[in-house]
């Protein structure tokens, strides 16, 4: 068995946060789209793993 790890994590949070996580661990926005009830979804990482922030659609 390979080593123990978590592959995404999902996080209600503003979109800007995207911008600060690539700043400050050097990652890239890996996909981001609409999602459910209106949302958006930015999906921000490297390229082994990411963490999945989702803004709903009343949140500015």
Known sequence: MSGLRIEHVNVTAPARTA???EALFGWHIR????ARNGGHTIHV??????VA???GRDVH
């Open 31 to 34: 996909w981001q789209g609409a």
């Open 53 to 55: 922030l989702y803004t």
């Open 19 to 21: 911008k600060l996580m």
């Open 45 to 50: 990482g490297s390229d082994d793993h990411y």
